[in-house]
């Protein structure tokens, strides 16, 4: 599967903005989605996940009950929904994708990567 996250941008601090993770080639829908991001010398860090049939979502401490992550199978798109920016969420965003997960926390666990998209917070 082809993964094309888009979106990013520059945004103020409390601001918000959605992005999005089109998907092409294998079936969409049967596969596990996710958001990870990569600060400036930092490691990448785990964001959100959502399952293949869109039930099951979870999300990592520092984003919980500001992001939302969502998807629409029949568009082969994945989203992530950024509220109440901070700086802090300054990052390049890369959407991920997997048949089955175990320990999704984990990047090295996901086997196609979109190019990320980055997003700028300023104070």
């Known amino acids: 599967v082809q993964l094309q996250a888009f979106g990013g941008g520059l945004v103020q601090a409390g601001g918000s903005l959605t992005l999005s993770c089109a998907a092409s080639g294998r079936t969409f829908s049967s596969y596990v989605m996710a958001w990870f991001r990569q600060a400036p010398g930092k490691e990448r860090e785990f964001v959100a996940l959502i399952s293949s049939n869109g039930i099951s979502t979870y999300y990592g401490d520092s984003v919980k009950g500001r992001f939302t992550i969502s998807r629409d199978n029949a568009k082969s798109t994945v989203y992530l929904r950024m509220n109440s920016l901070e700086p802090e969420d300054t990052a390049v965003y890369y959407c991920?994708?997997?048949?089955?997960?175990?320990?999704?926390?984990?990047?090295?666990?996901?086997?196609?990567w979109g190019q990320g998209t980055e997003v700028t917070v300023s104070s």
């Open positions: 991920a994708a997997v048949l089955s997960i175990a320990g999704y926390g984990l990047a090295d666990n996901y086997d196609y």
